[in-house]
C-alpha cells in the first residue's frame, strides 16, 4: 500500500505545487501591470512627456492646492520687459543644453511643463526678471549633465505646495495675467503665499491646437 500511495500522493502534489506557481505567477503579472499603469498614470495634459509629480490636496472651482516633492531643474534667467521675448530666448537657451550643449554632450528628453518664474520689476518702466526651467528627466536627477553656458543652471527645487489655476487655450502675457488676478482673488487672507513672484506653467507645444492646458503657480 505504502508503494502505491506514495506515487499517487507526489503526482497530485507536484499538480497541485504547480497550479500555486501559476496562480503565483498570473498573480505577479498583473500585480505588475497594476503597478505599471499607476506609475504611468501622468495627468492627460503632460502628453505623455514627464511631469513633476504631485498629489492634489484639494480642488474648488477656481484653483487646486498641490504638493510637490523635491526635484531638479534646468534654468536661466532672462531680464526683460517682455515675457514673451524672455520665455523664448529662456527656451532656445534650454533647448539647446537637452539637444547636447552640456558636459556630457547628451541628447536629453524634453520634459512638461516649461515652467517661467515671474518676479515683477518695481514700478511701471521697471525689468522684470523671468526664470524659463525645464524639469530634468528622473533618471537623470541623481546626476544631471552640466550645462556648458554659463547663463543656465542646475538647480534642485525644495518640496513644496502650491495653489494652481489651471486654463486652455494659447496663453499670452495678458491673459496669465487675468489668470494670475483671478488666483489671487479666490484666495482669501488665510491663505498666505509667497507675492513677490509667481509661476506660469505651459505644457504644449505651438504646434498642439486642441486641449491646450496652462497654469499659474503661487508657491505657499
Given at each position: 500500500?505504502?508503494?502505491?500511495?506514495?506515487?499517487?500522493?507526489?503526482?497530485?502534489?507536484?499538480?497541485?505545487?504547480?497550479?500555486?506557481?501559476?496562480?503565483?505567477?498570473?498573480?505577479?503579472?498583473?500585480?505588475?501591470?497594476?503597478?505599471?499603469?499607476?506609475?504611468?498614470?501622468?495627468?492627460?495634459?503632460?502628453?505623455?512627456?514627464?511631469?513633476?509629480?504631485?498629489?492634489?490636496?484639494?480642488?474648488?472651482?477656481?484653483?487646486?492646492?498641490?504638493?510637490?516633492?523635491?526635484?531638479?531643474?534646468?534654468?536661466?534667467?532672462?531680464?526683460?520687459?517682455?515675457?514673451?521675448?524672455?520665455?523664448?530666448?529662456?527656451?532656445?537657451?534650454?533647448?539647446?543644453?537637452?539637444?547636447?550643449?552640456?558636459?556630457?554632450?547628451?541628447?536629453?528628453?524634453?520634459?512638461?511643463?516649461?515652467?517661467?518664474?515671474?518676479?515683477?520689476?518695481?514700478g511701471p518702466t521697471c525689468a522684470d526678471n523671468f526664470t524659463v526651467s525645464f524639469m530634468?528627466?528622473?533618471?537623470?536627477?541623481?546626476?544631471?549633465?552640466?550645462?556648458?553656458?554659463?547663463?543656465?543652471?542646475?538647480?534642485?527645487?525644495?518640496?513644496?505646495?502650491?495653489?494652481?489655476?489651471?486654463?486652455?487655450?494659447?496663453?499670452?502675457?495678458?491673459?496669465?495675467?487675468?489668470?494670475?488676478?483671478?488666483?489671487?482673488?479666490?484666495?482669501?487672507?488665510?491663505?498666505?503665499?509667497?507675492?513677490?513672484?509667481?509661476?506660469?506653467?505651459?505644457?504644449?507645444?505651438?504646434?498642439?491646437?486642441?486641449?491646450?492646458?496652462?497654469?499659474?503657480?503661487?508657491?505657499?
Open positions: 500500500m505504502s508503494n502505491s500511495s506514495g506515487p499517487q500522493y507526489y503526482r497530485n502534489s507536484g499538480a497541485e505545487v504547480m497550479g500555486v506557481l501559476k496562480g503565483i505567477v498570473l498573480f505577479a503579472v498583473l500585480a505588475g501591470a497594476c503597478v505599471a499603469r499607476h506609475i504611468a498614470a501622468e495627468p492627460a495634459f503632460c502628453r505623455e512627456l514627464e511631469c513633476p509629480k504631485f498629489t492634489t490636496d484639494y480642488t474648488t472651482k477656481d484653483y487646486e492646492k498641490r504638493t510637490y516633492p523635491q526635484s531638479m531643474w534646468v534654468s536661466t534667467t532672462i531680464i526683460g520687459v517682455d515675457y514673451q521675448g524672455a520665455s523664448t530666448q529662456g527656451f532656445d537657451k534650454l533647448f539647446e543644453y537637452i539637444s547636447g550643449k552640456n558636459s556630457e554632450k547628451k541628447k536629453i528628453d524634453m520634459t512638461a511643463p516649461v515652467i517661467t518664474r515671474v518676479m515683477p520689476g518695481q530634468v528627466p528622473f533618471e537623470l536627477q541623481p546626476n544631471p549633465p552640466q550645462p556648458t553656458d554659463s547663463s543656465v543652471i542646475v538647480s534642485t527645487l525644495p518640496a513644496h505646495q502650491a495653489y494652481v489655476r489651471s486654463y486652455p487655450g494659447f496663453s499670452n502675457e495678458k491673459k496669465f495675467l487675468e489668470e494670475a488676478e483671478a488666483l489671487a482673488k479666490a484666495l482669501n487672507s488665510s491663505q498666505p503665499y509667497q507675492k513677490s513672484f509667481y509661476y506660469t506653467a505651459g505644457y504644449d507645444s505651438p504646434f498642439t491646437v486642441l486641449n491646450r492646458h496652462n497654469e499659474i503657480w503661487f508657491i505657499i
